[in-house]
């Protein structure tokens, strides 16, 4: 890691008329970390991260992101065409449901080849070994590249729109409910794939979830949100084992013990 | 005056009033200025249905004028209903001369096929198009693909390529093959056989699309380049036909297939009648000439 944060926020705050999304939140994201933001539905998660992914106009505050050049720019400053370069280049971004972030009529093949296409490959053969490469990365088998998402289970589709996020080499991934209605045991070696290619890639990463025990797993720190305000942070083991606002105290209280 | 001249002076030259002219006249000039790229425009109602060249016959309105030689081509041939029903259309509110012979006209309004005979400058070839947006099919939202166009984001369309490819190891698109004009914008080049694409690449004539039920114009002006899309490994090709027309010999066209009996029988015949048949004419010339010897 180094001494320079990859993106930064500031002050953000998202008010939907009256109502509160999210409201003054801070912090620093440094590269290859992995921050999870947990706290219950309705507390802002899904909103924060949109302000934060350029894929929902905040209503006030700064989110800087450290280029490839090391320049570190204001992403609202920038040009629409620059945000949507850097979604398709530098981020991935994983949806909870894999038919928001997937073509479905599409082959998955052509799925994982898509970002590769946009910017400029045109060589069939090696987009196709590409996207063939990127399906065994994510355990999905060779001969189901052809086949369309429609016809893939939910942990598989999850595991095809992982592939199709970082065929790229992205430096930044924004997660929303990665695990969320697939089944314990799924979820546990999708959690395995996901931390080892964080872990290869050195991959940066904020993951909303309302799955501590996701959090846990994945993150290095994490951000406790209640009512659209940032109750506690810190280390994810830290804050696990040692929560200090009542919120959080209770929030960990709640984890069903098996 | 006769009956039939009475009865047209309820019209205005061209059907269209003066206004609407030039409001189509201002969407083709910035068409033009702007090659490719899907200007929008009041389109009117017309009197016949949608998908029957609605945006094809306000082009031709707006452009013709008295002096003007009309040819009218569905699918390649002068004499199918479309054709011949809006070429009677313009003898009527225009009273225009009209021409089957593609040399001779200065406007050829045609239903997805380019003539074979080379257009030749000052001539204008008037598409009529169902679906002007080369990416509907693949993104749904005219938001979305007006702002994909806005900022070249093509990656799209090879997908849609790069499936050809993956299901029937070729590209299999064999019409409405999409283009890049001019190194720019990608346009639908209307239905037209990909046969017909290198003869868009530096046509000397003007190219106009019209699209009625969409309401959007666009344009490839004179010596303008028109490049298929493809992938290094699998470049752009034609159609290829086995055998030549079975009508004049000629090869090197588009043929039709036509059925001639519920058995098997058929026979392949050029698209462009007007084309065929001057070939066929001149080759009975030449066996006349022999039989005089």
Not at chain 2, 55 to 68: R, Y
Not at chain 2, 82 to 103: C, L, M, P, Y
Not at chain 2, 257 to 267: K, S, Y
């Amino acid at each position: 890691m180094t001494d320079q944060a990859l993106l930064s926020a500031r002050s953000l705050s998202k008010h939907y008329g009256n109502r509160i999304g999210c409201t003054d939140i801070s912090f620093d994201l440094w590269p290859g970390e992995v921050l999870a933001v947990v706290g219950e539905s309705g507390s802002g998660k899904t909103t924060l991260l949109n302000c934060l992914s350029t894929r929902l106009l905040p209503t006030s505050g700064v989110v800087s992101y450290r280029m490839r050049d090391g320049a570190f720019r204001d992403l609202y400053r920038m040009s629409e065409a620059e945000r949507r370069f850097l979604m398709r280049t530098d981020w991935g971004f994983v949806h909870q449901n894999p038919a928001d972030g997937l073509r479905m009529t599409v082959s998955a093949g052509a799925n994982v080849g898509e970002r590769l296409m946009a910017l400029g490959e045109r060589h069939y053969g090696n987009i196709r070994a590409s996207a063939t490469d990127w399906l065994g990365r994510v355990e999905i088998a060779h001969d189901r590249v052809d086949d369309e998402p429609r016809a893939f289970s939910g942990g598989m589709r999850q595991r095809l729109q992982i592939a199709r996020n970082l065929v790229t080499g992205p430096r930044l991934v924004f997660m929303d409910e990665p695990t969320g209605g697939l089944d314990v045991s799924v979820q546990a070696r999708l959690l395995d794939l996901l931390r080892g290619l964080v872990q290869e890639m050195e991959l940066a990463a904020i993951v909303v979830t309302h799955d501590l025990a996701v959090a846990r797993l994945l993150s290095h720190r994490i951000m406790v949100m209640k009512e659209g305000r940032a109750v506690e942070s810190g280390l994810t083991d830290r804050v696990l084992d040692d929560p200090q606002a009542p919120y959080t105290q209770l929030l960990v209280s709640s984890i069903l013990q098996v | 005056m006769s009956a039939t001249a009475e009865h047209i002076a309820r019209y205005n030259f061209a059907y269209l009033d003066e206004q609407t002219k030039r409001m189509i006249r201002r969407a083709i000039l910035k068409a033009i200025s702007i090659p490719g790229y899907q200007v929008p425009f009041a389109s009117r109602e017309m009197p016949m249905p949608y998908g029957w060249g609605t945006g094809g016959v306000q082009v031709t309105a707006s452009i013709i004028g008295p002096d003007d030689v009309l040819k009218v081509i569905d699918q390649g041939a002068d004499d199918t209903t479309n054709a011949v029903s809006i070429r009677a259309f313009f003898q009527t509110v225009a009273d225009v001369a009209t021409t089957t012979e593609t040399g001779k006209a200065t406007i050829i309004q045609t239903r997805h096929r380019i003539p074979e005979e080379s257009l030749t400058a000052g001539q204008v070839l008037v598409y009529q198009v169902p679906i002007p947006e080369p990416l509907r099919f693949l993104e749904p939202r005219e938001t979305e693909t007006r702002k994909m166009h806005a900022l070249e984001e093509y990656g799209l369309m090879h997908v849609k390529l790069y499936e050809d490819i993956a299901r029937h190891g070729h590209i299999a698109t064999t019409y409405a093959y999409p283009v890049k004009v001019e190194g720019r914008y990608v346009m639908d080049p209307s239905p037209t056989p990909k046969f017909d694409n290198p003869k868009m690449h530096m046509s000397p004539a003007l190219q106009l699309f019209g699209a009625g039920r969409e309401k959007r114009i666009y344009a490839v002006p004179p010596f303008t380049r028109v490049e298929s899309l493809d992938f290094e490994d699998h470049p752009f090709q034609v159609q290829t036909f086995e055998e030549p027309c079975a009508l004049c010999g000629g090869t090197g066209t588009y043929l039709d297939e036509v059925v001639l009996d519920d058995r098997g029988g058929r026979m392949f015949v050029c698209s462009d009648t007007d084309y065929c048949e001057k070939r066929q004419a001149s080759a009975s010339a030449l066996l006349g000439e022999e039989d005089a010897r």
